[in-house]
């Protein structure tokens, strides 16, 4: 039987539900006996398979050294150390990474550890943080420093935010030389973030793209048709809604539609950002409310993503398989899910392109909208088989 243990800062979210997808599939299987590890969250459910690092104080540490000085991945000993003890004991015979930002793990203690027991890795990257010397993203800033060596970092404010210092040229050249391990195997979501990693310092290191797959049988079109009459329904939704989400621009194309023809909702602002809203737009914080979130995607005519920078929102997927078109922005690999049969792509911050399409929309709905979309590659069973195959490529 093999071990594998799978590390992620949360065990919910987005990256969470993809870790837990490829877990819960593993544990299906006889050869396989599956842990899950999270950085901080809820407490674990199971006390075997699954384990939560960190305490507040630990967190709380972390984040204030990385505000200070700039090293986010690079505190957290006391938290590694217990997990490399359980891992010791365990030793499993591959390890499954995702974000290791977070403010919980010691990247360098984690890695030495990996090399010196000479360990296979798969590791997903859900954003450039691996290859950068401080950002998770790089595009909104128009930054190519990461190709050849990260300084002076016009970034150094933004997540994982650096009050202080600016450390992101040491920080590039400590990850170069941790990450380029002979048995490291890279996973993107995306085409667009493979392309990167093959010109980063990553390059020569193998490399496959595994879309993000969601849960079908909860994301699903409503058995009622939702897109007849009534107000034309726009929805957004994001985990947080910072600038490079493209909060302003929802704002700013509700000021330029017709009120009395669409209603906007958009979903996970913070309650200051609520207020902030124009009268009109209905603002709601992040729910887990699964159910609630299903029936927004249901009854929206249309779902506005307008990220400036993004790997493979799974948002995307999730308005596609209940049985919503999107229009997003063409930026990162949020394209990459959307086709001419089930949304559109516009230009940056082209609003008056999404308008148009808004008008077209609104005046042409039909009965029984059908989407080209292959509801079985977007499941998070395949994408749990995909990984379970690349597992069973390197072990055998």
Known sequence: MYKIVH??????????SIMFSVHNELQKLDKWDSYVVWGRGRTPKDKVHEYNMQCGWEIMMHGVLSRIFDNTGFNSDYATERLLQKMEYLMPDIIQLHNLHGYYINVKMLFEWIKHRNIPVVWTLHDCWAFTGHCAYFDYANCNCWKNGCHDCVQKKSYPASL?????KLNWLRKKELFNYKQLHLVTPSIWLHDLVKESFLKKLPCSVINNGIDTDVFKPSSINCHIG??????GVASEWTPRKGLHDFIQLYRMLNHEQIEMT?????????EALPEGIRGMMRTDNIEQLVSLYQEADMFFN???EDNYPTTNLEALACGTPVCTYRTGGSIESVNEGNGFVVEKNELG???KIIEERLHSRKMGLHLDIDRKRISKEYMAEQYIKLYNDILL
């Open 164 to 168: 202080v210092f600016d450390n992101s």
């Open 7 to 16: 590390i992620n800062t949360f065990p919910n979210k987005a990256t969470g």
């Open 306 to 308: 307008p990220t400036y």
């Open 353 to 355: 392109g999404v308008k």
């Open 230 to 235: 009534g107000k034309f329904k726009i929805l």
């Open 266 to 274: 958009i979903v996970g602002l913070t309650s200051q950002q609520i």
